[in-house]
């Protein structure tokens, strides 16, 4: 053993892990009476037009009201859920949740707002996602165009021809398909060429930082412009300052989304901007002038 070496610091690791692992044990026993127990919820993040300020949408972002650990993001126990098969019920959760809210916001609202709803890749292999939400909408009453699901990956599409059906029954049912993260690990352009999308999100890691940086600027740029020959609606996440959204909408990207028009909100906050969009379109008109 080496003098630099504390005689004890290989003992307090394998404690931390073991105590790492016997957590995971317990989330993922857990998760599966999460939903039951209705420890799950949303919170909403909105999305704007970049041109005018205009409130167009929000993503529905999962979180786990725990009992003991309080509210957790979906990077603590979305990979167990994967792991487990949890996440197929929580999904179903999530479609249901989620059409349901967008009916009943929608329904008394002039201009719609189109949600967007995070599927994996698994949900998307296991699941006939376009009757399933065929029978979602006919018990909800929301419309397709209200809804948008993204492909959120963090593993290679095992079998992309059923992807592929399955996108192109969603997308004869009205319903919005996104790839998110478009960038970045196994998002990549094949995508394009291989499925019928109505969007691309433009992975926050090159709109950070874009006004420093000709590469991101003109990789944005490349992005934009093979969404507007595809019919590709390019929108940016995680813009978080000024300068971005005036680069991301100069370069050309239509809808943004990101700490500067609002972090994700819970169902009260986020139905607080609705009804007062005006709080939004001040802030939008401030920062304009304050640029001009
Ligand atoms: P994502 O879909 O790319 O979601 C964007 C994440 O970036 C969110 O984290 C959001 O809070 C965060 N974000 C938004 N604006 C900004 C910004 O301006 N700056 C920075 N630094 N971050 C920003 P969150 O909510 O922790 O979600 C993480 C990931 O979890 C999501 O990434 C998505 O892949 C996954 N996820 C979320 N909800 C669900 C769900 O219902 N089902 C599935 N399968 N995955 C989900
Ligand atoms: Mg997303
Ligand atoms: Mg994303
Ligand atoms: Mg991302």
Redesign the pocket.
Known sequence: RSKTQPAHAPHAFAATDEREARNRIRLASELQTAVANQELL??Y?PQVDLSTGDLVGA?????WNHGAFGLQ???RF?GI??ETGA?LE??AW?LRTLAAYAARVNRKRRSPVRF?????V??FMQRDMAAFAHRVLDETGCRPEWLTL?L?E?LMIPEPQNIRRAFEDLRRLGIGISI??FGTGYSNLRYLESFPLNEI?V??SF??DVAHSVAKRVIVESVVKLGAALDIRVVA????TEAERAIMRALGCSVG????FG??LDELHFGKLLDEGLVLREAWDARRLLTM
């Open positions: 949303f919170h993040q993503e529905a972002l999962l979180r993001p979906p990077n979305i859920a994967e996440l929580i999904g999530g967007s709803l995070n599927v994996s698994m949900e993204e959120t963090n998110d993260d999100k992975d926050r709109v950070h996440e995680g813009i978080e989304q990101g700490y500067l972090a994700p």
